[in-house]
């Protein structure tokens, strides 16, 4: 297990689960939706085919070190996958507030950590597959991968004579025998993270060594995820403290073509950056709204990809994070869009040190026990915390799916959003799919912050009309 993935085990509490949930709207047919019976159908046939299917925890002898994945030899699906039928009136409130509902808890951490919904009952005759996935077995790529393999570019029609296709297991080595491989093993580990840690100091040390003199002294930048008392973002109605961890979420899809259509208002602005462009007018707005403007810019985590080329289906988490700044202070859309793309473009040439801050952040999980780490993650949901300068104000996440449309069985997916993670201190997500011939926006944020999400989304459409109104 990677240390960042055991991060993600040590991030979630109860209320706070660490695990993305696809949310794959399905058309609607003459016949109805699709029976419960061939979802499962699918997944029995398919699903041994992503090495997460059976993997499990195996933890640490006597929690010394760190847990490790192992695979199970069979997966009950009837533990995994389940029914319900969305409440009256079956709108698309009604649907967001049933997923927030079958997703509002961490996962077993006693099966395979991912969970699959089928739920129907909506008024127009569609239906919903929700898939949770942790963020300590899967990545957003590797979600990516796992669509091709449960999904279909064409309709393909259910064949029940098929056998499920058989897990293969791994067995579990005796705690004993564990303990005599893995503790020196990880002590070696450790030697290696703290020679790391003490190249990346002696870097930043030979740094200020090698600045021209006389030079006004300046202390070492540190990591983006380490509170900073002279580079920290405006604090923001998002940045409070929260005692009620209920989720509100809101969609919205957009046409692909206008927002590609965007582009030429900055020449060499890239897709990414215009919806970051569209979250910078939508959070003006909204702050505005509620008279918690700043006069400067407010910082967005973006997950990046780290993976080689033709590595897109490798399983894992294979990520670092950009830091972007979001100028809301600007009153101009364009002058926002051309901003955002200073920014980001500073963040691309900057990545190979959040990989290094990334990896290093790994490093400190390798040489603290994983309860006082578990300790300072649990710190950051408390009221103390919010008396730090925050390190971020929300995150921004951006994946490319596929151009053409997918099929679960015979049923065409209209729609892929994501209900995002939410944890303290960061209670704002965003996440936007590239997906068919729209672009799929979900908000997931706490309700106590916000109450009233369906705001942001509309001032993403907003946003994306003012810009169209730029276009020459």
Excluded at 377 to 383: E, N
Aim: include cysteine; glycine fraction near 6%; charged fraction near 20%.
């Amino acid at each position: 297990m990677r240390s960042t993935e055991s991060i993600f085990l040590r991030l979630e509490r109860a209320g706070y689960p660490m695990d993305v949930a696809g949310i794959y709207v399905l058309e609607a047919a003459p016949e109805g939706p699709l029976p419960f019976a061939d979802i499962r159908a699918v997944f029995a046939q398919r699903l041994s085919g992503s090495p997460i299917a059976n993997r499990v925890i195996a933890h640490a002898p006597l929690r010394i070190g760190e847990d490790r994945w192992s695979q199970a030899d069979s997966v009950d699906l009837d533990a995994h996958m389940h029914y319900r039928v969305v409440p009256a009136p079956g709108d698309q409130s009604a649907l967001m507030n049933t997923v927030l509902d079958v997703t509002s808890q961490p996962l077993d951490r006693g099966r395979p950590l991912w969970e699959a919904w089928y739920l129907t009952g909506l008024a127009d005759g569609r239906s919903a597959l929700v898939l949770r996935l942790h963020h300590a077995v899967m990545d957003g790529m590797g979600m990516i991968a796992l669509q091709q393999l449960l999904f279909d570019v064409a309709p393909s029609p259910v064949c029940h004579d098929l056998e499920p296709t058989p897990m293969v297991g791994r067995p579990h080595p005796s705690l004993l025998r564990r303990a005599v491989v893995e503790i020196p093993s990880r002590l070696a580990a450790n030697t290696v993270a703290t020679k790391r840690l003490l190249a990346s100091a002696a870097e930043q040390v030979g740094v200020l060594a090698r600045s021209p003199r006389p030079a006004p002294i300046r202390l070492p930048e540190l990591p983006g995820y380490v509170p900073s008392l002279t580079n920290a973002p405006p604090l923001t109605l998002f940045n409070q403290h929260v005692t009620d961890p209920h989720k509100s979420i809101a969609i919205v899809s957009l046409p692909f073509a206008q927002v590609q259509a965007v582009r030429v208002v900055v020449p060499g602005t890239t897709i990414n950056e215009v919806l970051l462009a569209l979250v910078t007018g939508s959070m003006r707005d909204y702050l505005a709204a509620h008279d918690d403007l700043p006069d400067r810019p407010i910082r967005t985590t973006c997950p990046v990809n780290v993976r080689a080329a033709g590595d897109d289906g490798l399983p894992g988490n294979h990520l670092t994070t950009m830091w972007v700044d979001l100028p809301v202070h600007l009153d101009d859309p364009v002058k926002r869009l051309a901003a955002v793309r200073a920014s980001s473009a500073a963040a691309k040439a900057a990545l190979p040190r959040s990989r290094a801050e990334w990896d290093s952040l790994a490093d400190v999980g390798d040489l603290l026990l994983p309860g006082v780490v578990s300790a300072a993650m649990a710190f950051a949901g408390t009221k103390a915390s919010s008396l730090l300068p925050p390190t971020q104000n929300l995150t921004v996440s951006t994946l490319a799916g596929p151009r053409q449309p997918l099929y679960l069985a015979t049923r065409r997916i209209a729609n892929v959003f994501l209900r995002g993670i939410v944890s303290p201190p960061v209670h704002l997500f965003v996440a936007a799919i590239t997906y068919d011939q729209h672009v799929d926006i979900s908000v997931t944020t706490v309700s106590q912050l916000c109450p009233d999400p369906q705001a942001l989304v509309d001032g993403l459409a907003t946003e994306l009309d003012r810009l169209l109104a730029a276009v020459p």
